[in-house]
């Protein structure tokens, strides 16, 4: 039995229903993909990552995409977040995240990579 189930047009190959752990990935992915203030009459929706993927990877970058993951996060009831580590590579950086899936008393890792060279967002 699905606790949460909604659908979805991207990455997906003749499939559009998602149900529980991977509807609220999609639904987290989405919220990391739109740039902060975006959204129109939701000005705090989205991320700042976008606008700090060209900065050098400082103390206080990483600080400041850390807080904006924890805050995107926090705005999920569905899951709460138990550790993150963010990491440079030579296009961008990465966010890996160990997630605890509430209803489902499921706890798994999600990988976000951003690439600063084709400016896009990968979930691995």
């Known amino acids: 039995?699905?606790?949460?189930?909604?659908?979805?047009?991207?990455?997906?190959?003749?499939?559009?229903?998602?149900?529980?752990?991977?509807?609220?990935?999609r639904d987290i992915l989405n919220h990391f993909q739109t740039r902060r203030g975006e959204r129109l009459n939701n000005p705090g929706f989205g991320s700042i990552i976008w606008e700090m993927i060209?900065?050098?990877?400082?103390?206080?970058?990483?600080?400041?995409?850390?807080?904006?993951?924890?805050?995107?996060?926090?705005?999920?009831?569905?899951?709460?977040?138990?550790?993150?580590?963010?990491?440079?590579?030579?296009y961008g950086f990465q966010i890996e995240m160990d997630l605890y899936f509430v209803n489902s008393n499921v706890a798994e890792p999600m990988y976000i990579q951003f690439n600063q060279e084709a400016q896009i967002m990968t979930s691995i």
């Open 54 to 90: 060209f900065e050098g990877m400082s103390d206080e970058s990483r600080d400041a995409i850390s807080a904006d993951a924890v805050r995107i996060i926090d705005a999920e009831p569905r899951v709460s977040l138990k550790d993150i580590t963010i990491t440079r590579f030579q």
């Open 1 to 25: 039995m699905a606790f949460f189930k909604g659908f979805s047009t991207i990455g997906l190959q003749n499939r559009w229903k998602l149900e529980d752990t991977a509807l609220i990935k």
